[in-house]
């Protein structure tokens, strides 16, 4: 896990610093820019901006009401202090929507597609930086849950389920071209919040083939502190045994191994590999 990942875990206040900054600019992209356009984001908010198109009820006040039967749903099925942290950061984003209702009337671009990449933009970096500090803005996220832990569906799945039914909510009110507008949006606040959730910290598997497998192996294990796991391997021209080296790292560790590699054997052979999910010791589970 990287340094900034337990700095934020082990300061409170820079945590909450972080998630307040995070919802702040995550409330500019949706107000600011996806709003004036009659643009729906993800989730609860574009649920919420749906209902205040039609209404003009502060859409901070709606997100409110529509995390409340969420919220009781939570306490019944997950765990007390999630729903509970979760609850606060929920209080905080309803509060900041709210107050930034009427940014948009500061920016005057009128470009609905500058509008929806921009408004994407700023809600993914907000999201992100929420969720690099491992919490919840609640609503949508308390639902994936809740479907994670009884049915076992991947939060991602629901969270793009609900988006669909969102975008397609949209397309029946406000027409077609403000549908795919608002998909143009979604996508591009989906990439720069995975991009600010996992920056610096992608985990790497790494396979390591040389004749000088046990000096790695001890190295890897001594100066990175990262478990090592050999497998028995063979040539398939030449059919000499070998012991081959595998590995789960950060993605900052791999400079290290292949320079632990290379210092005891230079021609060895270095496979490196993304990892979209590990659960173990030394690691600690995605959020999302």
Same mark, same amino acid.
């Given at each position: 896990?990287?340094?900034?990942?337990?700095?934020?875990? $082990?300061?409170?206040?820079?945590?909450? %610093?972080?998630?307040?900054?995070?919802?702040?600019? %995550?409330?500019?992209?949706?107000?600011?820019? /996806?709003?004036?356009?009659?643009?729906?984001?993800?989730?609860?908010?574009?649920?919420? %901006? @749906?209902?205040?198109?039609?209404?003009?009820?502060?859409?901070?006040?709606?997100?409110?009401?529509?995390? #409340?039967?969420?919220?009781?749903?939570?306490?019944?099925?997950?765990?007390?202090?999630?729903?509970?942290?979760?609850?606060?950061?929920?209080? /905080?984003?309803?509060?900041?929507?709210? =107050?930034?209702? $009427?940014?948009?009337?500061?920016?005057?671009? !009128? $470009?609905?597609?500058?509008?929806?990449?921009?408004?994407?933009?700023?809600?993914?970096?907000?999201?992100?930086?929420?969720?690099?500090?491992?919490?919840?803005?609640?609503?949508?996220?308390?639902?994936? @849950?809740?479907?994670?832990?009884?049915?076992?569906?991947?939060? !991602?799945?629901?969270?793009?389920?609900?988006?669909?039914?969102?975008?397609?909510?949209?397309?029946?009110?406000?027409? =077609?071209?403000?549908? /795919?507008?608002?998909?143009?949006?979604?996508?591009?606040?989906?990439? %720069?919040?995975?991009?600010?959730?996992?920056?610096?910290?992608?985990?790497?598997? +790494?396979?390591?083939?040389?004749?000088?497998?046990?000096?790695? @192996?001890?190295?890897?294990?001594?100066?990175?502190?990262?478990? #090592?796991?050999?497998?028995?391997?063979?040539?398939?021209?030449?059919?000499?045994?070998? !012991?081959?080296?595998?590995?789960?790292?950060?993605?900052?560790?791999?400079? !290290?191994?292949?320079?632990? @590699?290379?210092?005891?054997?230079?021609?060895?052979?270095?496979? +490196?590999?993304?990892?979209?999910?590990?659960?173990?010791?030394?690691?600690?589970?995605?959020?999302?």
């Amino acid at each position: 896990m990287s340094k900034v990942n337990t700095a934020l875990e $082990d300061n409170i206040l820079l945590r909450y %610093a972080v998630i307040i900054a995070g919802m702040t600019i %995550a409330c500019i992209g949706i107000n600011g820019f /996806l709003r004036p356009a009659h643009l729906l984001s993800g989730g609860v908010p574009g649920a919420s %901006a @749906a209902i205040n198109y039609l209404t003009d009820i502060n859409i901070g006040f709606l997100t409110f009401l529509i995390n #409340v039967p969420i919220f009781v749903l939570g306490f019944i099925y997950l765990e007390k202090d999630f729903c509970v942290t979760s609850l606060i950061n929920m209080l /905080l984003f309803s509060t900041l929507l709210g =107050l930034t209702q $009427d940014i948009g009337h500061f920016i005057p671009t !009128k $470009d609905i597609l500058l509008q929806s990449i921009y408004g994407g933009i700023l809600s993914g970096i907000g999201t992100g930086l929420v969720f690099r500090t491992k919490s919840s803005q609640g609503g949508t996220d308390i639902i994936a @849950a809740i479907l994670k832990f009884k049915k076992n569906i991947p939060m !991602k799945d629901t969270t793009f389920g609900i988006n669909i039914m969102i975008v397609s909510i949209g397309g029946i009110l406000f027409g =077609l071209d403000l549908a /795919l507008y608002t998909l143009i949006g979604m996508f591009i606040s989906a990439s %720069a919040m995975n991009f600010v959730k996992d920056a610096m910290n992608y985990q790497k598997s +790494v396979m390591v083939i040389s004749k000088e497998s046990d000096c790695i @192996a001890r190295d890897i294990m001594n100066i990175l502190h990262r478990g #090592v796991t050999f497998l028995d391997a063979e040539g398939a021209y030449t059919h000499d045994r070998k !012991k081959l080296i595998y590995c789960i790292v950060s993605s900052n560790e791999i400079p !290290k191994i292949k320079e632990i @590699a290379l210092k005891y054997d230079k021609k060895s052979f270095i496979s +490196v590999n993304d990892v979209s999910e590990v659960k173990g010791r030394g690691f600690k589970e995605k959020f999302l």
